[in-house]
Each structure stands twice: as structure tokens, then as C-alpha cells.
T-cell receptor, first 112, second 114 residues
Framework: EAQVTQNPRYLITVTGKKLTVTCSQN?????MSWYRQDPGLGLRQIYY???????DKGDVPEGYKVSRKEKRNFPLILESPSPNQTSLYFC???????????FGPGTRLTVL | AQKVTQAQTEISVVEKEDVTLDCVYE???????LFWYKQPPSGELVFLIR??????QNEISGRYSWNFQKSTSSFNFTITASQVVDSAVYFC???????????FGGGTRLMVKP
């Protein structure tokens, strides 16, 4: 089954404790992206990757890191999480930016 | 810079009513792509439709229809004879041909009451 998976689905952590949210897709998509969803703000793009080893900042990259060492995986790293990073996070993938992006199930992160 | 506005933050209708969700966009690009996604209460994002800027034909899929008007930079979504299962947050999104990002509107929460 074609899908985008994210782990964990739920995470409660404390300020400053490094964490990684994994994202994997099995559709051989070149483009992958991370979004955060906050009430009233819709989804905002954090980082995106056009291909392996090619990443770039989205609209809200501060406090986040990403890497793209393999085509299928695109982890999101929060090196020192803060409460303002409490949000719902989505990973997505597509063949290209003009194409339909398919989203993972979301990761609800709470930073205390 | 590209921008998407969904002015209706919340709409409430009674089952079987028709409802239109508005989407207005801004872009300097002549080639661009518009999308609608549905987010039901379970939280996942479900793709509904993709249109490119050269295709202004309206589209109908069952009870769903989309009205794309370049002259007013709008891509509105109509649900005919709404049902309780249509209750969700709906997002409109825009991708420019010259860019690498997908920009979402703030979303419209639709509540369909029995």
C-alpha cells in the first residue's frame, strides 16, 4: 500500500530534550516536506527536500533541522524543543512540487 | 509571494443544504496549481482535487464541485446536499510553477448538523 508513515504519532516531552520525528514514504517520491498545523494558521511549511541531500527552508524553519540521506526517509529534528513548538506535524511527499502531495497521519507534539 | 485566503473560518449548515467554501489566492506566476484537502475529525489530510492554471473548466465529482475563476483569483468548492460525514476542516492550497513550496489557506471548518 502506497503510504507516508510518521513516528511517533504522539509525543510529550520537556523543554530542551532533543527529539526526532521520523517520516518514510514508499512511493519513490523525490519531493518531501514537513508542515506544522496550528489553529487558525492552516499548515505552514517548515522544510522541504527536492531530492537526496537537497533540502531547503520553508516558511517557519527556526528551531528545526532535517536531513535527507535516503530517498524514502526525511526525519525532522528538534535539537532543543520549546513550548512554542507544540503543534501537529505532518510529513508529505510527491513526485514534484507541482504534483499532489500525500500526507502522513500526523504527529501531535507537546513540549512542556 | 504566494498567498491563499479562506475567509470563512467556520460554517454551520443543516444536512441536505448546499454549501460553498471560498478560496482566494494571490500569485505572480502565470502557471500554478491549486489543491483542496479535507481534514476529517480523525485528523488525516485527504486529497480532493488538483487543478492547473490553464484548465478553467469547472469540475464535478459526485456531490462535490469546484469553480475555478482566474479573473477573480478564486477556486471555490461546493458541496451539494451536504451530509454529516462532510463535517471536516477543508484547506485550499497553491503551488507556483516557479517555486518549490505549497502554501495553504487557514482552513474552513464545516459542521453539518443532522
Amino acid at each position: 500500500e502506497a503510504q507516508v508513515t510518521q513516528n511517533p504519532r504522539y509525543l510529550i516531552t520537556v523543554t530542551g530534550k532533543k527529539l526526532t520525528v521520523t517520516c518514510s514514504q514508499n512511493m519513490n517520491h523525490e519531493y518531501m516536506s514537513w508542515y506544522r498545523q496550528d489553529p487558525g494558521l492552516g499548515l505552514r511549511q517548515i522544510y522541504y527536500s527536492m531530492n537526496v541531500e537537497v533540502t531547503d527552508k520553508g516558511d517557519v524553519p527556526e528551531g528545526y533541522k532535517v536531513s535527507r540521506k535516503e530517498k524514502r526517509n526525511f526525519p525532522l529534528i528538534l535539537e532543543s524543543p520549546s513550548p512554542n513548538q507544540t503543534s501537529l506535524y505532518f510529513c508529505a511527499s510527491s513526485f514534484g512540487t507541482r504534483d499532489t502531495q500525500y500526507f502522513g497521519p500526523g504527529t501531535r507534539l507537546t513540549v512542556l | 509571494a504566494q498567498k491563499v485566503t479562506q475567509a470563512q473560518t467556520e460554517i454551520s449548515v443543516v444536512e441536505k443544504e448546499d454549501v460553498t467554501l471560498d478560496c482566494v489566492y494571490e500569485t505572480r506566476d502565470t502557471t500554478y496549481y491549486l489543491f483542496w484537502y479535507k481534514q476529517p475529525p480523525s485528523g488525516e489530510l485527504v486529497f480532493l482535487i488538483r487543478r492547473n492554471s490553464f484548465d478553467e473548466q469547472n469540475e464535478i465529482s459526485g456531490r462535490y464541485s469546484w469553480n475555478f475563476q482566474k479573473s477573480t483569483s478564486s477556486f471555490n468548492f461546493t458541496i451539494t446536499a451536504s451530509q454529516v460525514v462532510d463535517s471536516a476542516v477543508y484547506f485550499c492550497a497553491l503551488s507556483e510553477n516557479a517555486g518549490n513550496m505549497l502554501t495553504f489557506g487557514g482552513g474552513t471548518r464545516l459542521m453539518v448538523k443532522p
